[in-house]
C-alpha cells in the first residue's frame, strides 16, 4: 500500500510542470516523500538526484526509495548545499527545495551561484515553503521577498517570481 505524502509535498509536486523527461536535482530532500512521489511520474531520461546534509536524512531517503535507485532513476547525495562546487559535473532542467531556509535566513551562505551553475541555460529553480495555508517558514516575516532577494542579487538568475496565493509559497527562477 502506498503512503499519502504530507500535504505540502502533495500540493508541490503539480507546481514542479514535470514531463517526466527532466534531470531533477531536491535540496534538502530528506526523508524522502517528494522523490518517492516524483519516481513513478519519471520516463525516457528522467532522472532525480537528492542532496541533504543529514547522514541520517540520506538514509531515509535511501530506505524509502530503493526501488528507485536499483532502477538507476534515483541518486542520493549527502552534502551541505552550501559547499557545493562552482564547476558542476552535471547540469539540471530543475533544482528544487522545500522549507530550507538557508535562502532567507543566511543569503550569503546559499552559495546561489553554485546553484545556478547547476542549472541548463533555461532550467528553473523553485523554492516552497510553508505546510499549509497560512503556515509560511518566517512567520512575521515577508518571507517570499527576502527569498526573492536572494536569487536576483547574482546575474545567473532571470524571471524571478513569487507566489504567495497558493499554499505552500513559491519563488521561482530561471537560469539564463
Ligand atoms: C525542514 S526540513 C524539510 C524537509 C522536506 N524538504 C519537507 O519540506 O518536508 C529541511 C531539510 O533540509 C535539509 N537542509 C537544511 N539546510 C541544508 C543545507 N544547507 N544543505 C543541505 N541540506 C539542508 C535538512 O537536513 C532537512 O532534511
Given at each position: 500500500?502506498?503512503?499519502?505524502?504530507?500535504?505540502?509535498?502533495?500540493?508541490l509536486?503539480?507546481?514542479?510542470?514535470?514531463?517526466?523527461?527532466?534531470?531533477?536535482?531536491?535540496l534538502g530532500?530528506?526523508?524522502?516523500?517528494?522523490?518517492?512521489?516524483?519516481?513513478?511520474?519519471?520516463?525516457?531520461?528522467?532522472?532525480?538526484?537528492?542532496?541533504?546534509?543529514?547522514?541520517?536524512?540520506?538514509?531515509?531517503?535511501?530506505?524509502?526509495?530503493?526501488?528507485?535507485?536499483?532502477?538507476?532513476?534515483?541518486?542520493?547525495?549527502?552534502?551541505?548545499?552550501?559547499?557545493?562546487?562552482?564547476?558542476?559535473?552535471?547540469?539540471?532542467?530543475?533544482i528544487f527545495a522545500s522549507n530550507v531556509n538557508v535562502f532567507w535566513?543566511?543569503?550569503?551562505?546559499a552559495?546561489?551561484?553554485?546553484l545556478?551553475?547547476?542549472?541548463?541555460?533555461?532550467?528553473r529553480l523553485r523554492l516552497f515553503y510553508?505546510?499549509?495555508?497560512?503556515?509560511?517558514a518566517?512567520?512575521?516575516?515577508?518571507t517570499g521577498?527576502?527569498v526573492a532577494?536572494t536569487l536576483?542579487?547574482?546575474?545567473?538568475?532571470?524571471?524571478v517570481?513569487v507566489?504567495?496565493?497558493?499554499?505552500p509559497l513559491e519563488i521561482s527562477a530561471?537560469?539564463?
Amino acid at each position: 500500500m502506498s503512503e499519502q505524502p504530507p500535504p505540502h509535498i502533495a500540493r508541490l509536486i503539480p507546481r514542479l510542470e514535470l514531463t517526466g523527461t527532466e534531470r531533477i536535482l531536491e535540496l534538502g530532500a530528506a526523508p524522502g516523500v517528494a522523490v518517492a512521489e516524483i519516481g513513478p511520474l519519471l520516463t525516457g531520461d528522467g532522472h532525480v538526484t537528492a542532496l541533504d546534509r543529514s547522514a541520517v536524512g540520506v538514509r531515509r531517503i535511501r530506505e524509502r526509495n530503493q526501488a528507485l535507485v536499483d532502477a538507476g532513476r534515483l541518486t542520493v547525495v549527502e552534502q551541505d548545499l552550501t559547499t557545493l562546487a562552482p564547476e558542476p559535473p552535471e547540469q539540471y532542467d530543475l533544482i528544487f527545495a522545500s522549507n530550507v531556509n538557508v535562502f532567507w535566513t543566511h543569503p550569503r551562505k546559499a552559495n546561489l551561484d553554485a546553484l545556478a551553475a547547476l542549472l541548463k541555460p533555461g532550467g528553473r529553480l523553485r523554492l516552497f515553503y510553508g505546510y499549509g495555508p497560512g503556515d509560511v517558514a518566517g512567520r512575521g516575516r515577508d518571507t517570499g521577498s527576502l527569498v526573492a532577494a536572494t536569487l536576483s542579487a547574482g546575474d545567473a538568475l532571470t524571471a524571478v517570481t513569487v507566489d504567495g496565493a497558493g499554499a505552500p509559497l513559491e519563488i521561482s527562477a530561471v537560469r539564463r
